[in-house]
């Protein structure tokens, strides 16, 4: 699998001008490993369903963090993104954080042209300009405000191109675009703040590496994809 996947970052090249969706039209999953501190802890995965015009991404999210073998931080989260072509119509997931449980039930209202969402953390309605903050999505490095795919919350960001970069992806140099994800509001408190370096494939929209610092480094890294 590893083979495919670099024969696809290299050699598939997408039209710009089409839907952000049409980028990932050969693809069937996207798998990414989960690191703290350089250690593996778990894995974050997307699986890719299409039926007409409608697609579905499927995500599954596991990790445990250790200490002395004694489990002191969890996560196991499910989530169904539902796109009718480019546009997001619905998002559920349901995620059990340690043994706190969170969820989001969002959808689109045609009528106002707006989505309401249910979350554990936000109860309203949102703006259509934001995206599901979600690591498959080169939409994320875009957009000013995204949706928290564990608890719902709606938070404004802003994006900043750091440099050209290559790095390294299973073995592979691998140029890519290096961005910081930061949220826009200074006031929030450090555990609800976004503060994310991104690593983006450009000519694929493959985001390759996300890392962040919470009481120690957090990676996700690209370990493959599934082509259909």
């Known amino acids: 699998?590893?083979?495919?996947?670099?024969?696809?970052?290299?050699?598939?090249?997408?039209?710009?001008?089409?839907?952000?969706?049409?980028?990932?039209?050969?693809?069937?999953?996207i798998q990414m490993d989960i690191f703290k501190d350089g250690k593996i802890i778990g894995f974050c995965n997307y699986e890719f369903f299409r039926n007409g015009d409608n697609t579905e991404i499927k995500n599954n999210t596991e990790f445990n963090v250790e200490l002395l073998n004694i489990k002191i931080f969890s996560i196991i989260s499910n989530s169904?993104?539902?796109?009718?072509?480019?546009?997001?119509?619905?998002?559920?997931?349901?995620?059990?954080?340690?043994k706190k449980k969170k969820y989001v039930n969002l959808?689109?209202?045609?009528?106002d042209n707006k989505f309401l969402i249910d979350g554990s953390s936000y109860k309203g309605t949102s703006s259509i300009d934001v995206v599901i903050g979600s690591w498959w999505n080169h939409k994320i490095l875009t957009a000013n405000k995204q949706i928290s795919p564990l608890s719902g919350s709606v938070k404004d960001q802003t994006i900043t191109f750091i440099?050209?970069?290559?790095?390294?992806?299973?073995?592979?140099?691998?140029?890519?675009?290096?961005?910081?994800?930061?949220?826009?509001?200074?006031?929030?408190?450090?555990?609800?703040?976004?503060?994310?370096?991104?690593?983006?494939?450009?000519?694929?929209?493959?985001?390759?590496?996300?890392?962040?610092?919470?009481?120690?480094?957090?990676?996700?890294?690209?370990k493959d994809i599934i082509l259909d």
Do not use: C
């Open 1 to 29: 699998m590893i083979k495919i996947l670099f024969i696809l970052l290299i050699f598939f090249i997408p039209n710009g001008a089409l839907g952000h969706l049409k980028h990932y039209e050969n693809i069937k999953e």
């Open 80 to 98: 169904t993104e539902v796109y009718n072509k480019n546009s997001l119509i619905s998002f559920k997931s349901k995620t059990l954080q340690n």
């Open 107 to 111: 959808k689109y209202l045609k009528e």
């Open 163 to 222: 440099k050209k970069e290559n790095i390294s992806i299973n073995g592979k140099k691998i140029l890519s675009h290096k961005f910081s994800l930061k949220s826009k509001d200074p006031n929030l408190s450090d555990d609800k703040k976004l503060d994310f370096e991104i690593w983006l494939e450009p000519k694929k929209n493959i985001i390759l590496k996300v890392s962040y610092n919470r009481l120690g480094n957090w990676e996700y890294i690209l």
